[in-house]
Nanobody, 125 residues
Framework: QVPLVESGGGLVQAGGSLRLSCAASGRTFSSYGMGWFRQAPGKERGFVAAIRWSVGSTYYTDSVKGRVTISGDGPRNAVYLQMNLLEHVETAVYYC??????????????????WGQGTQVTVVS
């Protein structure tokens, strides 16, 4: 059973917006933070944004700062990603992930123990 389930992906025009959601599914766990990554065909999975529950700190990759907002509900292990002014190059499968060990390296996939199966975001020009 996939521990996290993403939703909200789809087809959007360049310049448009999407809101992705991620929620825990079935399995009970406590996370220290959660993050979003994306992977385009033929490319490595890259960091988009993360949130640490204890202090409410948020982190973003440089290319999305000012356009993307991560938010969530720690006790429910739910995280959201509001993306505005989307660009064609941001077409990818978007994955959410949960950090179960209070990692200090939230920008790296290895920091996360649980993953969703991804949701496709396609930005058309």
């Amino acid at each position: 059973q996939v521990p996290l389930v993403e939703s909200g992906g789809g087809l959007v025009q360049a310049g448009g917006s999407l809101r992705l959601s991620c929620a825990a599914s079935g399995r009970t766990f406590s996370s220290y933070g959660m993050g979003w990554f994306r992977q385009a065909p033929g490319k490595e999975r890259g960091f988009v944004a993360a949130i640490r529950w204890s202090v409410g700190s948020t982190y973003y990759t440089d290319s999305v700062k000012g356009r993307v907002t991560i938010s969530g509900d720690g006790p429910r292990n739910a995280v959201y990603l509001q993306m505005n002014l989307l660009e064609h190059v941001e077409t990818a499968v978007y994955y959410c992930a949960a950090d179960l060990q209070a990692s200090s390296l939230l920008g790296f996939p290895a920091a996360y123990a649980l993953w969703g199966q991804g949701t496709q975001v396609t930005v058309v020009s």
